[in-house]
């Protein structure tokens, strides 16, 4: 069997705290109990780090574990959907990544809801996963798969405690935060990964119905690469439907934009 050792040198050099003491156990999915969380164990922290996805994805070709969570204070190299970067003030957000061996189909999407859920109840989801506050952008999500080893790394990036002075200007009107302070980071984790354990567990219906209700897009007008029309709901396969004046159009992958 073969084991994968944890990074345990942080990108500026500094030591790594690793919650696992050791090596990474087997690299099948872990069934766990009804009731038992198998998400974010073993652990890997970052004072300073290119990127989560990056490190977790190392550690996933090399048979990290299911639930293995890779968690930084700061990125130098963060990344979004469509190869956007991703900016936070060091200690201020929720930046971490997870390996999942065999993760469920409705992955992006299940993710999505499962951070609107634990940002409470005004958050809705702009498709795919988008989490929004009072219209604001609070967690992005970015999912990278190799459906041929069956496995995917999860990445998400929330802002717990950032200020709007602390944002790139560019941001100020689009970007949104928690509003807690920093020492809640390691708290709204937790709770995280306690949605996700259900959420991505949860039957596709599940999903999509709850995903229906924080639908921040039906009924506006949006537009993607090769058109617009105005956002008509989620279908069973979790693509947005969009009504153009050439008819209905099943959007599966890509960025949509308000008009």
């Known amino acids: 069997m073969t084991r994968a050792q944890p990074e345990q040198t942080s990108h500026d050099g500094e030591r790594a705290a690793s919650s696992s003491g050791g090596g990474a156990a087997a690299s099948t999915r872990r069934a766990g109990g009804p009731g038992e969380q198998t998400l974010g164990s073993p652990r890997v922290h970052f004072r300073l780090v290119d990127s989560t996805n990056e490190r977790a994805r190392a550690l996933a070709q090399r048979?990290?574990?299911?639930?293995?969570?890779?968690?930084?204070?700061?990125?130098?190299?963060?990344?979004?959907?469509?190869?956007?970067?991703?900016?936070?003030?060091?200690?201020?957000?929720?930046?971490?990544?997870?390996?999942?061996?065999?993760p469920p189909r409705l992955l992006p999407l299940a993710a999505g809801v499962a951070v609107a859920a634990l940002?409470?109840?005004?958050?809705?989801?702009?498709?795919?996963?988008d989490v929004l506050l009072s219209g604001r952008k609070v967690a992005g999500i970015l999912v990278e798969s190799r459906p041929q080893e069956r496995w995917a790394v999860l990445g998400v990036g929330l802002n717990v405690a950032v200020r709007g002075h602390e944002l790139p200007p560019e941001l100020h009107?689009?970007?949104?935060?928690?509003?807690l302070a920093p020492e809640a980071v390691e708290e709204v984790l937790t709770r995280m990964l306690g949605e996700l354990?259900?959420?991505?567990?949860?039957?596709?219906?599940?999903?999509?119905?709850?995903?229906?209700?924080?639908?921040?897009?039906?009924?506006?007008?949006?537009?993607?690469?090769?058109?617009e029309g105005r956002a008509a709901g989620i279908d069973g396969d979790g693509r947005l439907v969009v009504a153009t004046a050439a008819g209905q159009v099943l959007l599966e992958a890509g960025e949509v934009h308000l008009a």
């Open 119 to 129: 940002v409470g109840d005004g958050a809705s989801v702009k498709w795919p996963n």
């Open 197 to 227: 354990e259900r959420w991505l567990a949860a039957p596709p219906e599940a999903v999509l119905g709850a995903l229906r209700e924080r639908d921040a897009l039906i009924g506006r007008q949006v537009r993607w690469a090769a058109g």
């Open 63 to 102: 048979g990290a574990p299911h639930g293995t969570l890779v968690t930084a204070s700061e990125q130098s190299e963060g990344r979004g959907r469509q190869g956007r970067t991703w900016t936070a003030p060091a200690g201020r957000a929720l930046l971490c990544s997870l390996v999942l061996r065999d």
């Open 173 to 179: 009107d689009r970007a949104g935060s928690l509003g």
